[in-house]
């Protein structure tokens, strides 16, 4: 696998290519992810309940993000290292552009954002200042108190044309990628096809250019995932070969199914 960067994964979703993104967090998985194939890494603040063992995400820090973003870049050289802007680091664009370069210089490659249009300025500044973003979109976990919890979003449709004109909104800013969290299908396959920039899903269906699963949950650790999760673990003989069997279910399509989606 040759070093990963955007232009790549852009050339990837022109040719109608799939690629896998995994989280990880620290560098000996991050090792066996790149020996898997797997193109692209998010170290998601979803440490905060996968390793903190917290209920939210919510009290991870610009610290915490740090730390395993430096932990993975450690591990690995070619994919792609994509870190998660925590809960309260990015309300403004100035606060938001130095958050993000302590991100970066602990390993970052690109740094990601959950919200809707009202982060183009920030997506702006941080374009200026070399710094590529991947926003994030549907369900967005920092959001879960004002969401009402971990639920599907974009089932009505004025919802769904909210999620849609964010997602143009955000792409027209500047932002490099998007991610779709507990989206229909359907909404995320329009999605996708309107936006040049590529679209990775998580519960959005097997229209999307991506797909990224949470480490502990495609290896099977947690003890209660979503409906979107696949073990790969099960009939596998390794970490390693667990890593390769969703890379290459990704890539060909079979993963996800319509027991994974949403309608």
């Known amino acids: 696998m040759s070093k990963v960067n955007i232009l790549k994964l852009l050339s990837k979703k022109q040719q109608q290519e799939k690629f896998a993104m995994v989280t990880c967090y620290d560098a000996s998985f991050a090792k066996l992810v790149e020996k898997a194939g797997i193109e692209t890494i998010l170290v998601g603040d979803s440490l905060g309940m996968v ?104 089932r009505d449709d004025s919802q769904a044309k909210a999620i849609l004109n964010d997602a143009i909104a955000l792409e027209a800013a500047g932002a490099a990628m998007l991610v779709l969290e507990c989206v229909p299908r359907q909404l995320a396959a329009e999605i996708s096809s309107t936006l040049k920039i590529p679209v990775v899903g998580i519960g959005a269906g097997c229209d999307t250019d991506a797909q990224v699963l949470v480490l502990h949950d495609l290896l099977g650790i947690t003890e209660k995932t979503a409906r979107f999760v696949r073990n790969f673990a099960e009939g596998s003989n390794s970490i390693e070969d667990a890593l390769k069997r969703y890379n290459s279910a990704v890539l060909d399509g079979s993963f996800p199914t319509d027991e994974h989606s949403f309608n």
């Open 51 to 154: 390793l903190q063992g917290r209920d939210s995400t919510l009290a991870v820090t610009i610290d915490d993000m740090a730390y395993h973003t430096a932990s993975v870049a450690r591990g690995c050289q070619q994919p792609l290292i994509i870190s998660d802007m925590p809960f309260g680091s990015y309300n403004h664009p100035q606060q938001c552009a130095d958050n993000a370069a302590t991100l970066m210089r602990a390993g970052a490659h690109m740094v990601k954002i959950e919200g809707g249009s009202w982060l183009a300025e920030s997506i702006c500044l941080l374009n200026q200042a070399g710094i590529p973003v991947c926003c994030h979109l549907g369900l967005t976990p920092q959001s879960v108190n004002v969401l009402g919890g971990y639920r599907v979003q974009g």
